[in-house]
């Protein structure tokens, strides 16, 4: 069962527009929530983290959302760039030592110019 | 020089064969990892590695199996695969294990079984 959930397989946006991608979790364990970003025929790449304490963490154009009540997590990429096409993985872990990271599917994200 | 190589980029095998997948990482981490990413699904975890001793093994089939000579080298040795085991498989480094560390990937293996 699916911890993680990246229910839209995929997004197309404006150049210039906000881009958002939305993350579902279902264990209440989660305490930390990563979003990494992975162009084709290379690895993920770290791109943002939020930690539970937090409700809002901002790195320049992108802002990530934590609504720990509703169990969802949100990137916010403004203004979106034809260079942010890319898959977006939304990943979560439980606090504490050894504890391995749970992604999502990923959503594919294509920034018209 | 990237901080994680893998090689080879890409693997066709049959299912009797042996053969082995690398990864390198050049940013003095202390921990390494393997994962599994099949079409449509999520990545999985298969084996945490932290100065050199196994700390995760996720009820990854025996046909699978990890190396960790040090802590800048990683191998995957597949043995006998099928070809459901047909899959990108990522490799990535971290200073330690705990679960806050950011992880660096390399560019991954693209292997089909056959």
């Known amino acids: 069962d699916q911890q993680v959930k990246q229910n839209s397989p995929s997004l197309s946006v404006q150049e210039g527009r906000i881009s958002i991608l939305n993350c579902d979790y279902t264990?209440?364990?989660?305490?930390?929530f990563l979003w990494y970003k992975k162009y084709p025929a290379e690895g993920p790449t770290f791109l943002i983290s939020i930690s539970s304490i937090k409700d809002k963490n901002e790195d320049g154009r992108f802002t990530v959302f934590l609504n720990k009540s509703a169990k969802h997590l949100s990137l916010h990429i403004v203004p979106s760039q034809p260079g942010d096409s890319a898959v977006y993985f939304c990943?979560?872990?439980?606090?504490?030592?050894?504890?391995?990271?749970?992604f999502g599917k990923g959503i594919t994200l294509s920034v018209r110019p | 020089e990237t901080g994680v190589t893998q090689t080879p980029r890409h693997l066709v095998m049959g299912m009797t064969n042996k053969k082995s997948l690398k990864c390198e990482q050049h940013l003095g981490h202390n921990a390494m990892y393997w994962y599994k990413q099949s079409a449509k699904k999520p990545l999985e975890l298969m084996f945490v590695y932290n100065f050199k001793e196994q700390t995760e093994n996720n009820s990854v089939p025996s046909r699978f199996s990890p190396e960790c000579p040090n802590s800048s080298h990683l191998f995957l040795h597949l043995h006998t695969l099928q070809p459901e085991d047909s899959a990108l498989y990522l490799c990535?480094?971290?200073?330690?294990?705990?679960?806050?560390?950011?992880?660096?990937f390399g560019s991954g293996t693209q292997l089909s079984v056959l």
């Open positions: 990943a979560a872990s439980e606090a504490g030592a050894n504890s391995k990271l749970t």
């Open positions: 264990n209440s364990m989660f305490d930390y």
């Open positions: 990535a480094s971290s200073q330690g294990d705990r679960s806050n560390e950011k992880l660096f």
